[in-house]
Nanobody, 130 residues
Framework: VQLQASGGGLVQAGGSLRLSCAAS????????MGWFRQAPGKEREFVGV????????ILADSVKGRFTISRDNANNGVYLQMDSLKPEDTAVYYC????????????????????????WGQGTLVTVSS
């Protein structure tokens, strides 16, 4: 599985960006898709995750209410809509994928370590200016 993240750029605080993650295989193949970010000098952190069905998503508290995850399995895409961006959202954003049994609750998936994800995209830089 290859993942290609895109959509990053420079935006002013309060603005919006939509990141896309294109998968080389059908994302409906029970791929749980996650978004992570890594700010300069910091560790990579969880942003949000969507189960393969798309009807269960969860976001980190730091972005809840501002970011939304959606997926289009027909087009093998997963998206991260980012609104009301803040300078502290500046980071390289990565999409990642892992196969997880459907009975695993989304809250458990959100706690999975980075190492649990089998596939990673190359990252796309988001810079939010104040």
């Amino acid at each position: 599985v290859q993942l290609q993240a895109s959509g990053g750029g420079l935006v002013q605080a309060g603005g919006s960006l939509r990141l896309s993650c294109a998968a080389s295989v059908r994302t409906s193949r029970r791929l749980t898709m996650g978004w992570f970010r890594q700010a300069p000098g910091k560790e990579r952190e969880f942003v949000g995750v969507s189960k393969w069905s798309g009807d269960h998503t969860i976001l980190a508290d730091s972005v809840k209410g501002r970011f939304t995850i959606s997926r289009d399995n027909a087009n093998n895409g997963v998206y991260l809509q980012m609104d009301s961006l803040k300078p502290e959202d500046t980071a390289v954003y990565y999409c990642a994928a892992v196969r997880v049994p459907n009975q695993v609750h989304i809250s458990t998936i959100a706690l999975m370590p980075l190492e649990a994800y089998d596939y990673w995209g190359q990252g796309t830089l988001v810079t939010v200016s104040s």
